[in-house]
């Protein structure tokens, strides 16, 4: 059997009774952070947002789902496209290391938008955003690192593969109506690594929210699509990597995907957060100050250095990609908040007196999320700390992931809603597989 076919079974079959607790419990967070940075990326974007819904305006259709925080419904397309480009706008989502990429902000989107359109309940939701998780990243893992090193950005190009399966979920495609619905998302998979740093990074999310939410109506409808998407000779595998491992796509939920997405505590690229969090506890166990330093070298992969290698960021959305102004940040500051991603901020002479001494370098052997820093001071002495951050959230409980979220997502709530509506949402979410309806969730959103 095919891998897409493979595939398109796994949608087809799952139910919410096949999913594993924990897997149920991190769909929860996994909205949870959503709506967080959803709502902050509206509030901190609101002039590039504004911009965009005005621009898509004359061609919204029916009023079937809601623009988050805009007291407005759109059609589904074009909701899961704007809300979809707001959550991603922070770029302070949660990551997948096997997708090398923010499994959350191509799915939920897309499947919010359908799944208040149809009324759907809880439970049905939290199925579409395992199942939507578990193609994403099970595609990522098939191709993956080739796909990210050649520049492809994995969000965007693997995300709408997830949509597509979430949408294809709500709606009840059968099988062979799912396996067409993955040939149109495979055919729409788009977006450059060139785009970092620009509005073009969070638009790809949207894109591929609405691309999945397009091929699978066009599916539901019979419109005709590859059926080897993935696997064929011209296919996705193919064409967007220089392999494709066939056995990736298999074994779905053992365990599930979504038990996998890590949550950020820093508001910059996921590649930067090892340094960040290495400096952090530099600063904590050595206290050095800007006047004992001599110079900062920065060792990490040549993953983190391609994508988060920006020398000199002369915007905040910029400096979230750039290793050296994030060190800095962590040693001057002792944080990386949303605040510190303003466009004046990059520019404050300490920050950029601090970033003169910092050095970057890549290191082939490093794993993506492995940093060393090494301190070099006025009178001699040296400083050094090595750390690799992907294990160490992998390993953290999903009782600190939901402690640390619920802060998270209040404080991004809070920036634009009332504290009332926040805990409403928020103990909406933690009850989500109650909920007969989640238009009593979206509705507090709007």
Known sequence: MSATRRLAEFIYGLRYDDISRDAISKAKLCLMDWVGVTVGGYASGQNDMDAMIDALSPFFGQPQATLIT??????????????GTASHFLDYDDVHM??????????????????????IDGKKLIEAIVVGIEVECRIGEAVNPEHYATGWHATATLGGFGACAAVAKIIGLNVDKVVSALGIAGTQAFGLQQSFGTMCKPFHAGKAASNGIIAAFLAQKGFTAPQQILEGQAGFGKAFSQKFDDSKIGNFGRPFEIEGVVYKRYASCYLTHAAVRCMLEMRERYHPTTSEIDSIEVKASSAAVAVAGKPEPQTGLEGKFSLRYCVALALLKGRAVESDFADNSVHEPAIKHLMSKVNVIPEESSAPTEVEINIEMNDGGEIKERLELTSKDAAVPISEWQSTLEAKSSDLLKRTLTSET?????????????????????????
């Open 70 to 83: 805009k007291k407005r419904k759109v059609d589904v397309v074009n909701a899961a496209l704007i809300n």
């Open 98 to 119: 096997g997708m090398i990429g923010h499994p959350t902000v191509p799915v939920v989107p897309a499947a919010l938008a359908v799944g208040e359109y149809h009324g």
């Open 422 to 446: 926040t805990n409403k949402i928020i103990t909406g979410i933690q009850k989500l597989d109650k909920t007969d309806n989640i238009k009593n969730i979206v509705e507090l959103l709007s």
